[in-house]
Nanobody
Framework: EVQLQASGGGLVQPGGSLRLSCTAS????????MTWFRQSPGKEREGVSS???????YYAENIKGRLTISRDNAKNTVYLHMNSLKPEDTAVYYC????????????????WGQGTLVTVSS
């Protein structure tokens, strides 16, 4: 059984930082396209960052420069480091995995984690 366990969310002040983790069981993350999505109330789920099997990375333009995605193969874990957080970054963050290198659409991803809530507020 494949499971993705997302963690690391919490309450942070504007300008602060967080590191989200997504640990997998039942698959090897290094062989998958791993993407972090986020969803705020009333908004569609949006992709914020991806890391491919060859370690190629992608960042959404509206948050680029404040994120770093990385992968630890030994721990079978993908991380999302977020800096200079803003109130508009408040959302539930999900990690998703798919064996297709070119996968982009959220509704086509094969596996999902349960989500971790990030709240940016003073």
């Amino acid at each position: 059984e494949v499971q993705l366990q997302a963690s690391g969310g919490g309450l942070v002040q504007p300008g602060g930082s967080l590191r989200l983790s997504c640990t997998a069981s039942g698959l090897s993350l290094e062989r998958y396209t791993m993407t972090w999505f986020r969803q705020s109330p009333g908004k569609e789920r949006e992709g914020v960052s991806s890391i491919k099997s060859d370690r190629d990375t992608y960042y959404a333009e509206n948050i680029k420069g404040r994120l770093t995605i990385s992968r630890d193969n030994a721990k079978n874990t993908v991380y999302l480091h977020m800096n200079s957080l803003k109130p508009e970054d408040t959302a539930v963050y999900y990690c998703a995995a798919d064996p297709n290198y070119s996968r982009t659409r959220a509704n086509e991803y094969a596996y999902w984690g349960q989500g971790t809530l990030v709240t940016v507020s003073s």
